[in-house]
């Protein structure tokens, strides 16, 4: 059977991506990756350079399943979030993921960047805001109203007696009803 790159970049994107949101990339090893893989960990360094080049890879390729997820929806920006929230739910690895960058880089690349100024300046023409820092503030509170819940402990979640569907769903209309006030709020000014 004759080798497939395609394939085993795809494996090595993957089993990197599971160990990354599971160890972070401080805890994450090659040699785990590699095994898990099917691969070996020379291939790691000749298609992505080094472990943080390859962490970046996969943060860059799930936050594109993302935003195939949940597209963006200046027009609609309570939608938008309920669709986040509903992604990041069906994939709480990606947040994982997220954080451990924010807890061990806290940096963006420029593509995370450029997709930010980009979505900010859909939002400022679509609301008719003031500026792009109005606009990515407001980008910022929806995405943080849509993740919230996932930061949330089981047991606070569980609080008032509903069952964990019923409690996600009120949880999900919340989030929509609060992104609508905040457009409302916005348009106003």
Known sequence: ?????????????????????????????????????????????????????????????RLGVLADAAPYTPDDLPGYAGALFDALSAAPDLLRLTHWRGLERNDATPGEIASHLEKAQALRTTMSLPDDRTAIDILEIVVAISTAWHAVPDGLRAVGGLDPRARRRAHRDVVVRAVTALCTAASAT
Request: aromatic share 12%.
């Open 1 to 61: 059977m004759p080798y497939d790159s395609a394939a085993t970049r795809v494996r090595l994107l993957d089993a990197a991506y599971r160990e990354f949101s599971e160890r972070g990339l401080a805890g994450a090893r090659v040699d785990r990756i590699a095994a898990a893989a099917k691969a070996n960990k020379q291939a790691i360094y000749a298609y992505f350079g080094s472990k943080e080049d390859l962490f970046d890879a996969v943060l860059g390729d």
